[in-house]
T-cell receptor, first 112, second 112 residues
């Protein structure tokens, strides 16, 4: 069993829709939770990170962490075609600058 | 301000050969991590270098080795290449206690 599970998709939504992306994990020692966006042929870029449980909002993006359920989510409001990319969840025990354990990534396509 | 730069961008090698990949961290960063991303998978942590020493290592065989230079740049060496080593190799840099890992665009290695 993988430490981090993520549905690979692909997920196709119309422009303006609310997108929900999720990951589950098994290692209860994870304390830092991140979402990365990766465009084709590019390296991942950090969208948001959360320490421990709770919610965090940044513009159209909201990250949620439920440590009791070992479940994290990323919501994208008013999705745009430019949001089409692969979204990777990542987790770490000791910090966002330390070893990151990634999910497989969910491919998102936002259509006009 | 240049971000993380990796070279070469693409590489084709034959089984059994050796390869060296290079990474220059973002300006002001002193810590470099290497990840392997197989097609359709999330990045997997190989190792991290700080102060010219390997500080953390993932579950990779000794065929994978690295080096960090006094200017913080880094090399990843892979010996006795296998077909399964074909992947995108990503370099990420951070300041030791900074919160965000910046990724390069990666080196696409194909082993034939």
């Amino acid at each position: 069993q993988k430490e981090v599970e993520q549905d690979p998709g692909p997920l196709s939504v119309p422009e303006g829709a609310i997108v929900s992306l999720n990951c589950t994990y098994s290692n209860s020692a994870f304390q830092y939770f991140m979402w990365y966006r990766q465009y084709s042929r590019k390296g991942p870029e950090l969208l948001m990170y959360t320490y421990s449980s709770g919610n965090k909002e940044d513009g159209r993006f909201t990250a949620q962490v439920d440590k009791s359920s070992k479940y994290i989510s990323l919501f994208i409001r008013d999705s745009q075609p430019s949001d089409s990319a692969t979204y990777l969840c990542a987790m770490s025990v000791t910090g966002t600058a330390s070893k990151l354990t990634f999910g497989t990534g969910t491919r998102l396509q936002v259509t006009l | 301000d240049a971000g993380v730069t990796q070279s070469p961008t693409h590489l084709i090698k034959t089984r059994g050969q050796q390869v060296t990949l290079r990474c220059s961290p973002k300006s002001g960063h002193d810590t470099v991590s290497w990840y392997q991303q197989a097609l359709g998978q999330g990045p997997q942590f190989i190792f991290q270098y700080y102060e010219e020493e390997e500080r953390q290592r993932g579950n990779f065989p000794d065929r994978f080795s690295g080096h960090q230079f006094p200017n913080y740049s880094s090399e990843l060496n892979v010996n006795a290449l296998l077909l399964g080593d074909s992947a995108l190799y990503l370099c990420a840099s951070t300041r030791r206690r900074n919160t965000e890992a910046f990724f390069g665009q990666g080196t696409r290695l194909t082993v034939v």
